[in-house]
DNA sequence: CGGATTATTTTGATTAGTCAAAATAACTGT
DNA sequence: ACAGTTATTTTGACTAATCAAAATAATCCG
């Protein structure tokens, strides 16, 4: 069985990999982990030798079928618990990404399968994030953020990437949510300022490393 | 923060020692971890450092005031999730065990809270036993069992202590549940037979440590 | 009492995961 | 092209948890 640091290690190399096909340079990944370079290299060469990943030296790993099968099991169980927390139990959207952080390893995968039904297997978690389906496929569509998109056009935000609870805490009382219909009306990058505008006219100003975790598609 | 294994060593004791009083032998302990005597041994010293309990050397280990009350921690998260696997996903009692020997570790007081709400608070997990209030109080009746009780006098069973999913399966399909009523034919100890008694006039047999593990009271 | 049995502790190794810091390779820009 | 910077790998050490097997203490009985 893998272990709770291996399961950390392929799901993050799945995150930093736009789906696991990329190659992902030891310095992302141990930055990611939040551990030193060398116990990363020292992981990497680990799973390459369970099959789990390729290790270019000097370049960085990628995930093999195997690593990005397990990855996704990870993935899709963070996210559905994050959903669970949310739906069932109440939580708020700031508090669940560091409770599914523990979850994740110790749910198994029949306990799953009860809790996605329980939910009606939904697509998304809270935050927009697309939830793998069991047999390992994931949407990943690629959205504009509030950082790139087109000014003044209707938008309605999609997901909000970034797990960090002060920001989310934020974004929930700034009303930037999944659903929530907005354009951008001014955008400068010297200053690295975004201006919104709301449907009630009210407007909110963002840094464009905060607008680029906000992903947007045009308004139907 | 206490480590998984040190979770489950003072849970352990705490099961073993009748409610955190009694001194607990290092062999049973060692069995009951299936760990070999020498790593209990290292590992009470090492819990006595912390404070969580006192080694008597040769004698055995006793909780402090501390270690009680995070292994009643501990139980409340185990005997609450499975309480939940159960009413809430409606998976079946021979399972659950298993399932919440991980979930144990990775759920937190706050999401414990919010189950324990969900669930009205129950006092009693599917198997009867009792689950720890959140401020450590923990109701330890002492029930007779199937193997001690008087024969001929109408019973209801309370608890079924003894996890194991086969022996659960086997007390599902026997109809052997908290509430059901019986009462105990006939008890043979040298044979270690026990004869039971359903309200329907069927009979059922069952090995003496089997029903040791069945804990009834007398029926109102 | 004293030898045999049993329980416990000690000692020495092992594994997984980590860090610190030295060594090495690769890239950058003039 | 080469000196300097940056990224990666290597090496040596540490911690938590474990096992195997030797050493020691306690208990039980004839």
Known sequence: MATIAVENYLKRILLLSEGGEEVVPMGALAAALE???????????????????????????RLTARGRRLALNVLRKHRLVETFLVETLKMDWAEVHAEAERLEHAVSDEVLDRIDALLGHPRLDPHGDPIPSRHGRLDSQVYATLATCATGRRL????VT???????????????????????????????????????????ALGVAAAGSILVEPRA
Chains 1, 2 share one sequence.
Request: aromatic letters at 2%.
């Open 35 to 61: 551990v030193v370079p060398g116990t990363a290299t020292a992981m990497a060469k680990a799973l390459a030798g369970e099959g789990l990943l390729e290790h270019q030296p000097r370049i960085g790993v």
């Open 156 to 159: 309605r935000i999609v997901r």
């Open 162 to 204: 970034q797990q960090s609870a002060d920001f989310l805490r934020f974004a929930e009382e700034s009303g930037l949510r999944p659903g929530t219909e907005l354009r951008v009306d001014e955008r400068n990058l010297t200053s690295g300022l975004v201006i919104l505008r709301r449907n009630d006219d009210s407007t909110l």
